[in-house]
């Protein structure tokens, strides 16, 4: 059976912590690990901060969109902005490349995700970026084989 879950809020830097325990609480029900838990928080926060910092350049009028569907032990999480896009996806995605060296950042983002989850998808254009992510449950695959 198929559950998900949909969620839409202002992209201000605070929202970062409610979307990641929102997504985290969801797929409590699939009994995660620790560990698996502590990933999808990651990669929730760092897809998030990207919508608001990269994406929506920390204009609170963005909105950033999270969608999480569970199926069979999978889940399948979206993360979308509506800003400007990102320019070089490939330059985006190398680690330790940010476009916001002022602020500290560790342009480590894609490089996270692409580590924590079992799939990673970016499509980009100037009217946004969605970032689709897939985890597989080790438990839930252990019951469904």
């Known amino acids: 059976m198929k559950n998900e879950m949909h ?7 605070q929202n970062e912590s409610f979307a990641r ?22 990669v929730v926060s760092e897809a998030v901060t990207n919508a608001i910092i990269h994406g ?7 909105i950033v969109y999270i969608s999480c569907s569970i ?7 979206t993360i979308k902005d509506e800003g400007i896009g990102i320019n070089n996806l490939e330059e985006a995605r190398q680690p330790l490349f940010t476009t916001k060296p002022e602020l500290e950042r560790s342009g480590m983002g894609f490089t996270i995700m692409e580590n924590f989850m079992d799939e990673v998808e970016i499509n980009t254009s100037a009217s946004g970026t969605t970032v689709r992510l897939k985890k597989y449950i080790l438990k839930s695959k252990a019951l469904c084989n």
């Open 71 to 77: 199926e069979n032990g999978v889940i399948d999480l």
């Open 21 to 42: 325990v929102t997504v985290a609480s969801f797929i409590s029900q699939l009994d995660p690990t620790l560990d698996e838990l502590t990933e999808i928080k990651t």
């Open 56 to 62: 929506y350049d920390n204009d609170p009028n963005g």
């Open 7 to 13: 969620l839409q809020f202002s992209a201000l830097s």
